[in-house]
T-cell receptor, first 116, second 114 residues
């Protein structure tokens, strides 16, 4: 069965600091997809990125970057030069290709608090 | 484009009452998911539909929970009778069936059962 672990429950940083969120996953499938979602204080879940298991290239989008390492089953997320608006709960999630549909298994989330 | 629309945003009810949560997926999306979020258990998948057909309801906690999708643009999640432990935020999400399609979530319904 699949499992996603986000060991950090809460991280507090001062604005402009970098923050890295860890995500470790378990799956028996060779084809799978990894996602990050953001949940701001308003409560909605916002899709940030998806990555398939065959693409280990790191990705950068503005201040966000993702480091996928298959060898360690990790898909870490870094926010560079954090801002107060980055304060949110961030969820890592896994979808297995062999499972019907796109159902996601979520990690427990990491709460990021960016202080001014 | 309109996203996933859920109603109501907040629901407060007394134990034993029936509760119905509603969801309108994004037009063209053929997969629909109901998730529940609690502090203790995080985000849990309750049930999902593909082309209006329930595919996996193994996450539905008890027979008190039921979900329907009568057409491609509407789904309901019903709890009857409700209990205090059902208090949670219930999210509906939709996606295309393609394997790498992300789920798009609604704003959720915060349910409080007193």
């Amino acid at each position: 069965a699949q499992k996603v672990t986000q060991a950090q429950t809460e991280i507090s940083v001062v604005e402009k600091e970098d923050v890295t969120l860890d995500c470790v996953y378990e799956t028996r499938d060779t084809t799978y997809y990894l996602f990050w979602y953001k949940q701001p204080p308003s409560g909605e879940l916002v899709f940030l990125i998806r990555r398939n298991s065959f693409d280990e290239q790191n990705e950068i989008s503005g201040r966000y970057s993702w480091n996928f390492q298959k060898s360690t089953s990790s898909f870490n997320f870094t926010i560079t030069a954090s801002q107060v608006v980055d304060s949110a709960v961030y969820f890592c999630a896994l979808s297995e290709a062999e499972a019907a549909g796109n159902k996601l298994t979520f990690g427990g989330g990491t709460r990021v608090l960016v202080k001014p | 484009d309109a996203g996933v629309i859920q109603s109501p945003r907040h629901e407060v009810t007394e134990m034993g009452q029936e509760v119905t949560l509603r969801c309108k997926p994004i037009s063209g999306h053929n997969s629909l998911f109901w998730y529940r979020q609690t502090m203790m258990r995080g985000l849990e998948l309750l049930i999902y539909f593909n082309n209006n057909v329930p595919i996996d309801d193994s996450g539905m906690p008890e027979d008190r929970f039921s979900a329907k999708m009568p057409n491609a643009s509407f789904s309901t999640l019903k709890i009857q009778p409700s209990e205090p432990r059902d208090s949670a935020v219930y999210f509906c999400a939709s996606s295309l069936t393609a394997e790498n399609s992300p789920l798009h979530f609604g704003n959720g319904t915060r349910l409080t059962v007193t």
